[in-house]
Protein backbone atom coordinates (compact mmCIF):
# COMPACT_ATOMS: atom_id res chain seq x y z
CA UNK A 1 0.00 0.00 0.00
CA UNK A 2 1.23 3.38 -1.04
CA UNK A 3 1.45 6.45 1.36
CA UNK A 4 -1.35 7.83 -0.91
CA UNK A 5 -3.58 5.27 0.13
CA UNK A 6 -2.94 4.93 3.86
CA UNK A 7 -3.85 8.57 3.67
CA UNK A 8 -7.44 7.48 1.62
CA UNK A 9 -8.66 4.97 3.84
CA UNK A 10 -7.47 7.39 6.90
CA UNK A 11 -10.03 9.90 4.92
CA UNK A 12 -12.36 7.58 4.79
CA UNK A 13 -12.62 6.39 7.95
CA UNK A 14 -12.75 9.91 9.38
CA UNK A 15 -15.73 10.36 6.91
CA UNK A 16 -17.42 7.70 8.36
CA UNK A 17 -16.67 8.67 11.72
CA UNK A 18 -17.48 12.52 11.49
CA UNK A 19 -19.39 12.82 8.72
CA UNK A 20 -18.18 15.97 6.77
CA UNK A 21 -18.79 18.66 9.39
CA UNK A 22 -15.08 18.66 10.51
CA UNK A 23 -13.64 18.63 6.80
CA UNK A 24 -12.35 21.76 5.37
CA UNK A 25 -13.19 22.56 2.42
CA UNK A 26 -10.29 21.42 0.12
CA UNK A 27 -10.75 17.73 2.17
CA UNK A 28 -13.82 17.60 0.62
CA UNK A 29 -12.92 17.54 -2.65
CA UNK A 30 -10.35 15.59 -2.04
CA UNK A 31 -12.75 12.62 -0.33
CA UNK A 32 -14.37 13.29 -3.80
CA UNK A 33 -12.03 13.08 -6.19
CA UNK A 34 -11.13 9.84 -4.64
CA UNK A 35 -14.18 8.22 -6.58
CA UNK A 36 -13.07 9.30 -9.84
CA UNK A 37 -9.13 9.52 -9.17
CA UNK A 38 -8.29 6.32 -8.22
CA UNK A 39 -4.12 7.38 -8.16
CA UNK A 40 -2.71 10.72 -7.68
CA UNK A 41 -2.98 13.46 -4.69
CA UNK A 42 -6.32 14.44 -4.48
CA UNK A 43 -5.17 16.70 -1.55
CA UNK A 44 -3.04 18.92 -3.88
CA UNK A 45 -6.08 19.26 -6.57
CA UNK A 46 -8.59 20.23 -3.54
CA UNK A 47 -6.35 22.66 -2.52
CA UNK A 48 -5.87 23.52 -6.71
CA UNK A 49 -9.65 23.95 -6.97
CA UNK A 50 -10.31 25.96 -4.27
CA UNK A 51 -7.57 28.54 -4.82
CA UNK A 52 -8.66 28.56 -8.72
CA UNK A 53 -12.67 29.55 -8.39
CA UNK A 54 -12.58 30.87 -4.84
CA UNK A 55 -14.58 28.54 -2.56
CA UNK A 56 -16.53 25.04 -2.48
CA UNK A 57 -19.37 25.86 -3.49
CA UNK A 58 -17.87 28.02 -6.23
CA UNK A 59 -16.05 24.70 -7.38
CA UNK A 60 -19.06 22.75 -7.65
CA UNK A 61 -20.75 25.13 -10.01
CA UNK A 62 -18.48 25.45 -12.39
CA UNK A 63 -19.04 24.28 -15.74
CA UNK A 64 -16.95 21.20 -16.73
CA UNK A 65 -15.06 22.70 -19.35
CA UNK A 66 -13.26 25.18 -16.91
CA UNK A 67 -12.79 23.04 -14.10
CA UNK A 68 -10.76 20.85 -16.44
CA UNK A 69 -8.55 23.80 -16.73
CA UNK A 70 -7.22 23.20 -13.68
CA UNK A 71 -4.17 20.60 -14.23
CA UNK A 72 -4.96 16.49 -13.63
CA UNK A 73 -8.50 17.40 -13.89
CA UNK A 74 -9.85 15.20 -16.71
CA UNK A 75 -13.13 15.17 -18.20
CA UNK A 76 -14.71 12.33 -15.53
CA UNK A 77 -13.55 14.20 -12.40
CA UNK A 78 -15.13 17.40 -14.42
CA UNK A 79 -18.33 15.74 -14.93
CA UNK A 80 -18.41 13.96 -12.01
CA UNK A 81 -18.26 17.81 -9.42
CA UNK A 82 -20.19 19.13 -12.07
CA UNK A 83 -22.82 16.29 -10.94
CA UNK A 84 -22.27 16.88 -7.37
CA UNK A 85 -23.07 20.42 -7.85
CA UNK A 86 -26.34 20.08 -9.69
CA UNK A 87 -27.43 16.98 -6.86
CA UNK A 88 -28.31 19.04 -4.37
CA UNK A 89 -30.91 20.59 -6.83
CA UNK A 90 -31.67 17.38 -7.79
CA UNK A 91 -32.89 16.49 -4.58
CA UNK A 92 -34.59 19.27 -3.23
CA UNK A 93 -37.09 19.58 -6.19
CA UNK A 94 -37.91 15.80 -6.37
CA UNK A 95 -37.69 14.66 -2.14
CA UNK A 96 -41.07 13.84 -0.79
CA UNK A 97 -43.11 16.62 1.05
CA UNK A 98 -42.83 16.34 4.64
CA UNK A 99 -46.27 14.77 5.88
CA UNK A 100 -47.42 16.28 8.98
CA UNK A 101 -49.67 13.47 11.35
CA UNK A 102 -51.23 15.71 14.14
CA UNK A 103 -54.80 15.34 14.28
CA UNK A 104 -57.22 11.98 13.90
CA UNK A 105 -58.83 13.43 11.48
CA UNK A 106 -55.52 14.04 8.84
CA UNK A 107 -54.64 10.54 10.29
CA UNK A 108 -57.90 9.23 8.76
CA UNK A 109 -57.68 10.86 5.75
CA UNK A 110 -54.14 9.56 4.74
CA UNK A 111 -55.41 6.06 5.84
CA UNK A 112 -58.63 6.24 3.73
CA UNK A 113 -56.30 6.26 0.39
CA UNK A 114 -54.00 3.38 1.88
CA UNK A 115 -56.72 1.00 1.93
CA UNK A 116 -58.73 2.18 -0.87
CA UNK A 117 -60.06 -1.53 -2.92
CA UNK A 118 -58.19 -3.75 -0.69
CA UNK A 119 -60.86 -6.56 -0.26
CA UNK A 120 -58.86 -8.56 2.59
CA UNK A 121 -58.13 -6.51 5.83
CA UNK A 122 -54.76 -5.49 5.98
CA UNK A 123 -52.78 -3.83 9.14
CA UNK A 124 -50.87 -1.15 8.68
CA UNK A 125 -48.52 1.11 11.05
CA UNK A 126 -47.96 4.97 11.03
CA UNK A 127 -44.15 5.99 12.85
CA UNK A 128 -44.06 9.72 13.51
CA UNK A 129 -40.95 11.34 15.25
CA UNK A 130 -41.03 13.72 17.99
CA UNK A 131 -43.14 16.79 15.84
CA UNK A 132 -46.09 14.04 14.76
CA UNK A 133 -43.91 13.99 10.99
CA UNK A 134 -44.64 10.69 9.06
CA UNK A 135 -41.42 8.36 8.93
CA UNK A 136 -42.94 5.49 6.82
CA UNK A 137 -46.46 3.92 6.83
CA UNK A 138 -45.56 -0.16 6.30
CA UNK A 139 -48.06 -2.66 5.85
CA UNK A 140 -47.28 -5.58 8.38
CA UNK A 141 -50.12 -8.06 7.38
CA UNK A 142 -52.98 -9.35 5.90
CA UNK A 143 -55.59 -11.73 6.31
CA UNK A 144 -58.81 -12.64 4.86
CA UNK A 145 -62.21 -10.69 4.13
CA UNK A 146 -62.96 -10.82 8.19
CA UNK A 147 -59.85 -10.63 9.79
CA UNK A 148 -56.28 -10.05 10.40
CA UNK A 149 -53.67 -11.04 13.02
CA UNK A 150 -52.06 -7.90 15.24
CA UNK A 151 -47.98 -8.97 14.86
CA UNK A 152 -47.73 -7.44 18.55
CA UNK A 153 -43.33 -8.14 18.78
CA UNK A 154 -42.87 -7.07 14.73
CA UNK A 155 -44.66 -3.62 15.43
CA UNK A 156 -42.27 -3.39 18.36
CA UNK A 157 -39.30 -4.37 15.99
CA UNK A 158 -40.89 -1.83 13.39
CA UNK A 159 -40.84 1.06 15.77
CA UNK A 160 -37.39 0.40 16.78
CA UNK A 161 -36.04 0.28 13.72
CA UNK A 162 -37.09 3.31 12.48
CA UNK A 163 -36.69 5.49 15.85
CA UNK A 164 -39.88 6.18 16.04
CA UNK A 165 -41.23 8.49 19.30
CA UNK A 166 -45.03 7.14 18.61
CA UNK A 167 -47.44 5.06 16.22
CA UNK A 168 -50.69 4.94 14.96
CA UNK A 169 -52.09 1.01 14.19
CA UNK A 170 -54.69 0.80 11.58
CA UNK A 171 -56.83 -1.98 9.98
CA UNK A 172 -59.67 -2.16 7.06
CA UNK A 173 -62.84 -3.37 7.64
CA UNK A 174 -63.63 -4.39 4.11
CA UNK A 175 -67.57 -5.61 4.98
CA UNK A 176 -68.00 -1.51 5.07
CA UNK A 177 -68.61 -1.20 8.49
CA UNK A 178 -65.85 0.48 10.88
CA UNK A 179 -67.09 -0.24 14.09
CA UNK A 180 -64.27 -1.54 16.56
CA UNK A 181 -64.64 -5.42 17.70
CA UNK A 182 -64.15 -6.28 21.31
CA UNK A 183 -60.81 -7.69 19.57
CA UNK A 184 -59.80 -4.52 18.41
CA UNK A 185 -60.11 -3.23 21.55
CA UNK A 186 -58.25 -5.77 23.41
CA UNK A 187 -55.30 -6.46 20.64
CA UNK A 188 -55.05 -2.02 20.97
CA UNK A 189 -54.60 -2.63 24.88
CA UNK A 190 -52.19 -5.47 24.17
CA UNK A 191 -50.12 -3.50 22.16
CA UNK A 192 -49.73 -0.19 24.17
CA UNK A 193 -48.00 -2.19 27.13
CA UNK A 194 -45.74 -3.92 24.60
CA UNK A 195 -45.15 -0.69 22.99
CA UNK A 196 -44.55 0.89 26.63
CA UNK A 197 -42.01 -1.18 27.31
CA UNK A 198 -39.55 0.54 24.89
CA UNK A 199 -40.67 4.00 25.47
CA UNK A 200 -43.11 4.39 22.30
CA UNK A 201 -46.10 5.73 22.93
CA UNK A 202 -49.43 4.35 21.39
CA UNK A 203 -51.47 7.25 19.91
CA UNK A 204 -54.10 5.81 18.17
CA UNK A 205 -55.88 2.40 16.66
CA UNK A 206 -57.79 3.64 13.41
CA UNK A 207 -60.46 1.31 11.63
CA UNK A 208 -60.74 2.17 7.80
CA UNK A 209 -64.07 1.35 6.04
CA UNK A 210 -64.61 2.70 2.31
CA UNK A 211 -64.40 6.52 2.73
CA UNK A 212 -65.31 6.06 6.63
CA UNK A 213 -62.84 5.49 9.54
CA UNK A 214 -63.36 5.38 13.22
CA UNK A 215 -60.83 6.53 16.05
CA UNK A 216 -61.04 4.03 19.52
CA UNK A 217 -59.40 7.03 21.09
CA UNK A 218 -61.53 9.21 20.03
CA UNK A 219 -64.71 7.17 20.43
CA UNK A 220 -63.30 6.64 24.17
CA UNK A 221 -62.32 2.77 23.66
CA UNK A 222 -58.79 3.64 24.39
CA UNK A 223 -57.07 5.71 26.68
CA UNK A 224 -53.69 6.12 26.44
CA UNK A 225 -52.90 7.80 29.93
CA UNK A 226 -54.02 4.37 31.44
CA UNK A 227 -50.49 2.90 29.94
CA UNK A 228 -48.52 5.19 31.03
CA UNK A 229 -47.67 7.31 28.34
CA UNK A 230 -46.77 10.71 28.18
CA UNK A 231 -49.17 12.35 25.93
Known amino acids: MSAHDGHRERLRKRFLEEGLDSFQPHEVLELFLFYCLPRGDTNLLGHELIDQFGSLSQVLQAPAEELQK ?21 YETHKPKEIILNTINECGKFLEKRFR ?109 EYRLNL
Open 117 to 225: NRRNETVMLLCLDAKCRLICCKEVGEGSVNSAAVPIRRIVQMALGVNATSVILAHNHPSGVATPSQEDIQTTRRLALALDAVEVILVDHIIVADYDFVSLRQSGLYHPE
Open 70 to 90: VKGIGSNAAVFLTLIGQLERY
